[in-house]
């Protein structure tokens, strides 16, 4: 059966259509009394659905219409709970009573089905007369529509850009003069026969994308015989698109192509444009399919002409790139100087300043704006109708985006956000509305995000993805819209947080509201007003107003509740029995007696109380059949109720490494990922059953410590049994290892084949790298340390046919080796290079052809007569054959050693650098700033062997008995 996907457009329609079906099924055909009724609703409420979905496409829907789509979704939200509250009551199976107080409160539960059977069918009929009801109230005053409404329309802002003139710009002159000497430059990946340049700007809507493009093509389209402008749009006609380009490059009228098809428009562009030089500027392209169509148009060989193109999509912008070797520019946004400049331009006369009691709130307001021009020109469009005193402005500051959407001065901007976000598709849509519930400048950890997608049933499993990683895919999607900003990721180029701009959050904060999405408590100028039933609770409850209490709000229904903050006043948990989902992460002042009743949480599937005051779970936590995600990393926990294990439905579990298991973790069949247990305080009967777990996909183990197992088993002892337990696992992806010997165990492999992630921390190196390891061949990311390196070693790790990403950290620094990566080597497909520390290593010709980004760990003091030759000569010492990298996009060097060496070092590193095609970017690091040149002598002196080595090459004797 198909996922039954939450979704703002739909409420949970798909879900209560999901669970009427399953009514109809064999396990409920007792109820034949009301079959009938229940197969009338689900019929109605499936084409109730495919009109929302409808609906939803439209970016301003008839008043009427808006009305009855709130009504509906609020509807199903109603009807799940009750059809959960029926299913909930008659889902314990039969079972035959043990003894006579058993029996007596088996025949006091029958009682109670009897009483539920009757119930469900009186629900359903009321259900559907209210379903009825609302379908009839709308038809009727529908029907009193006799008058024909008329909208004014509004110009789009884009359009206006163009227009603008080039005096009335800031901050355009820099990014205007990048893109001109991109499109100067000659490329070396591109042939003779193939000139073409290609220009994709991409960035977040109301950046200036088309403004600038527009100032490039203004300035260089006089230098070409042939140019066009064309605006593409959020919903395209190809057609029209294609008449449009043949009449600006024909200069003749397309009305006799009315009759045409694609295919002759096409043929019909690329013989006007044939050999000659053409400029082609096309505005706003949203999806690769458009683009693929496009530019078939546009002949590839013709020498020096230019595309540039403008998007939003990420995917684009590659694409783009990829059609003929082009060049993406990341717009960036204004910095203060010429956001003020703006702002200041828009508000105040040419010869007139910002007046001084102004300037604070003015720069304050500019933040909230972070660089974005249309939010500044939107923004001071407001304050100019508005008294300049600093109440008035601060009230306008605190309300951006909030207040002010129906406000004339910031239609053009709410109308760009308005396209990003009614371009999406429905899941999309949610995914994003949902990051409303985070505090403004809030920085949002992706798998946090993702588990509560998950949890509120936004995003499902599928045949070919696991939930989260569909939760990956959307959380990408959202990035490659620009919807949400990266803020920060792991060494391994994974995101691991983003943030949300303040306009765009404010946004969807408004939209939220509007569909009743999120109530938010406490932020300032959101006025709660009529109250309909809270679906999601966002508690951001500052000092001032710490109780949610005496905002009159109907929790009944409540199905998620965020807390943020150390002065939320928690509710207690009897007031939301249909929660699925439960976060109080780094809320201090949630203790034992807050999770009392927990248990009555019959939905809950997401508990989150990292880093709570919490000490011990209560053991009706075992009676949350739902729950998918615990969470207490940090809290005071040190032992887990033995009811833990009838969590039979946990697919993620995060605990601190000091937290004690039960037996009985075989039964936690759903449990796909388990982090971070420390072996040696389990019982040994724990390591055992890990191994039945065949859905566990990702592992985190710390074996720092003694054993203290209760069964005596020493450290080989759980060795071998985690081993064991491992290669059980078919499934199994990811394991991080803190410590301990576990990989050191022998010549078997103590991993499953499966594994395509392995990371070892730094706390206890191997000898070297295990032969073992050459048989991983799913491999694709390895982070490993061993105390010695060599070439055989090299070629171990080369033999790995999926490697993506080898972090590698070696101790042995004192041994003058040199390492030398041929192509025979290995790395077919490593993208990601980290090697330290190290003294040399030569790549050749044909070594790691796809490698993107090499990190290098140098101790400078080591190689002396590298900094001689590098100050003697012209860097050849430094070159570590780099040029043999073809795709290499971006070197980094991290290196101890004095000042002297590091100049030296780096000076030599860019010359030999420079005289590569590949050009790639080279980022230095200085390990201790500590050193001085007499350091890096002394150093040397210590070194096993060196002393005689120094003498030999410089006939030098270093000081006796100096140590660093």
């Known amino acids: 059966m198909e996922a039954a996907l939450v979704s703002v457009a739909t409420g949970v329609l798909k879900p209560v259509i999901g669970k009427l079906t399953v009514l109809l099924g064999n396990e409920y055909k007792r109820f034949k009394t009301v079959r009938k009724e229940i197969k009338s609703l689900t019929n109605e409420l499936a084409a109730m659905e495919a009109f929302l979905l409808k609906m939803s496409e439209e970016e301003d829907p008839d008043v009427q219409d808006k009305v009855w789509m709130n009504e509906v979704r609020e509807l199903s939200y109603d009807m799940e709970d009750a059809i959960d509250d029926f299913m909930q009551s008659i889902g314990d199976k039969d079972e035959k009573p043990d003894g006579f107080i058993e029996k007596i409160k088996n025949s006091l539960g029958k009682l109670g089905k009897m009483k539920a059977h009757r119930r469900i069918g009186k629900e359903i009929q009321d259900l559907k007369k209210q379903i009825k009801e609302v379908g009839e109230r709308n038809a009727r005053y529908k029907g009193r529509q006799t008058f024909t409404s008329t909208k004014n329309e509004t110009v789009d802002p884009r359009a206006l850009a163009i227009f603008e003139h080039a005096s009335n710009l800031v901050g355009i002159d820099e990014p205007k003069a990048e893109i001109i000497k991109l499109l100067a430059q000659e490329d070396v990946r591109a042939s003779t026969q193939q000139q073409l340049k290609i220009i994709s700007i991409v960035g977040s809507g109301g950046i200036g994308k088309t403004t600038l493009a527009n100032q490039v093509y203004q300035e260089l389209k006089g230098q070409f015989k042939r140019h066009a402008f064309i605006s593409v749009s959020r919903n395209p ?213 993702i588990w509560r997608w998950i949890a509120e049933g936004i995003i499902h499993k599928d045949d070919i993805y696991t939930s989260y990683q569909l939760g990956e895919r959307c959380f990408n999607e959202l990035v490659n819209r620009c919807l949400i900003q990266v803020t920060w990721t792991d060494e391994y180029g994974k995101v691991e947080n983003c943030r949300v701009h303040d306009i765009i959050l404010d946004f969807i904060i408004s939209k939220a509201i509007e569909e009743n999405f999120v109530t938010f408590v406490g932020v300032p100028y959101i006025t709660i007003g009529a109250q309909r039933k809270v679906r999601r609770l966002s508690l951001q409850v500052d000092e001032k107003e710490k109780s949610i209490s005496k905002k009159g709000l109907v929790l009944s229904h409540v199905r998620s509740v965020n807390a943020f903050g150390c002065t939320v006043e928690i509710p207690s948990l009897d007031e939301f029995r249909y929660l699925r989902v439960l976060d109080f992460e780094l809320c201090r002042q949630v203790e034992n007696n807050h999770l009392a009743n927990i248990g009555s949480l019959f939905q809950l599937r997401h508990l989150n109380l990292s880093w709570t005051e919490v000490s011990e779970l209560p053991e009706e936590i075992g009676r949350l059949h739902c729950l998918e995600m615990l969470d207490i990393r940090g809290t005071k926990v040190h032992e887990l109720p033995a009811t833990i294990v009838n969590l039979k439905k946990l697919v993620d579990l995060l605990v601190d490494t000091r937290v004690k298991f039960p037996n009985g973790i075989a039964k936690m069949q759903a449990m796909e990922m388990l982090e971070q247990v420390g072996v040696f305080r389990q019982q040994f009967n724990f390591l055992q059953e890990l191994g039945q777990l065949q859905n566990m996909r990702k592992l985190v183990l710390d074996f720092e410590g003694d054993p203290v197992t209760v069964d005596g088993m020493g450290k080989d002892e759980c060795n071998e049994a985690i081993a064991y337990s491992l290669r059980n696992l078919e499934d199994f992806i990811s394991l991080t290892v803190h410590g301990g010997s576990f990989l050191q165990q022998g010549p078997g492999c103590p991993v499953p084949h499966s594994i395509q992630e392995l990371f070892m921390t730094k706390s206890s190196p191997l000898p070297r790298v295990p032969v073992w390891v050459s048989s991983l061949v799913n491999l694709q990311q390895l982070h490993l340390q061993v105390k010695e390196f060599e070439q055989e070693d090299l070629c171990i790790l080369g033999s790995l046919p999926a490697l993506l990403i080898l972090e590698l950290i070696t101790g042995d620094v004192m041994r003058n080796r040199k390492l030398t990566v041929s192509a025979e080597a290995g790395f077919r497909c490593l993208r990601k290079f980290s090697f330290g520390i190290f003294n040399w290593m030569m790549f050749e010709a044909g070594s790691m052809p796809k490698l993107q980004k090499l990190e290098l760990r140098i101790w400078l003091c080591n190689r002396f007569d590298m900094i001689v030759a590098a100050r003697t000569a012209s860097g050849g010492a430094f070159d570590f054959g780099i040029g043999n990298l073809p795709c290499l996009i971006t070197v980094k060097y991290a290196a101890r050693g004095c000042n002297v060496c590091m100049a030296a070092a780096k000076a030599a590193v860019e010359r030999a650098a420079g005289r590569y095609p590949n050009r790639p970017t080279l980022l230095f690091q200085k390990l201790d700033a500590t050193y001085t040149l007499t350091d890096c002598q002394l150093w040397r002196v210590d070194c096993e062997g060196w002393g005689r080595y120094y003498k030999s090459m410089y006939n030098e004797v270093p000081l006796a008995g100096c140590k660093k």
């Not at 019909?268 to 496009?294: C, E, M, P």
């Open 237 to 449: 006609d190809i057609m029209n698109i294609l008449r449009a380009i043949l009449s600006k490059v024909s200069g003749q009228s397309n009305a006799n192509t009315e009759a045409w098809s694609i295919e002759q428009l096409i043929s019909k562009i690329t013989n006007f444009l044939g050999d000659t030089r053409y400029f082609v500027f096309a505005d706003d392209i949203w999806d690769v399919k458009t683009w693929n169509v496009i530019k078939c148009a546009f002949p590839t060989t013709s020498s020096g002409s230019i595309i540039i193109i403008t998007t939003r999509i990420n995917d684009v912008a590659d694409s783009c790139r990829s059609s003929c070797n082009g060049h993406i520019y990341n717009i960036r946004h204004l910095d203060m100087v010429h956001s003020r400049q703006l702002f200041n331009r828009r508000l105040f006369d040419s010869n007139e300043d910002c007046p001084s009691h102004l300037k604070k709130v003015s720069g304050e307001i500019l933040e909230k704006c972070v660089g974005l021009p249309l939010a500044i020109i939107s923004i001071s469009g407001l304050l100019a109708t508005t008294e300049r005193t600093e109440h008035r402005w601060n009230q306008v500051k605190d309300s951006i985006g909030r207040a002010l959407e129906r406000n004339p001065s910031v239609e053009g901007m709410i109308k760009i956000l308005s396209l990003s976000y009614f371009d999406l598709p429905p899941r999309l849509k949610t995914c994003l509305l949902y990051v409303s519930i985070f505090p403004e400048d809030s920085i949002i950890e992706k798998k946090a995000l």
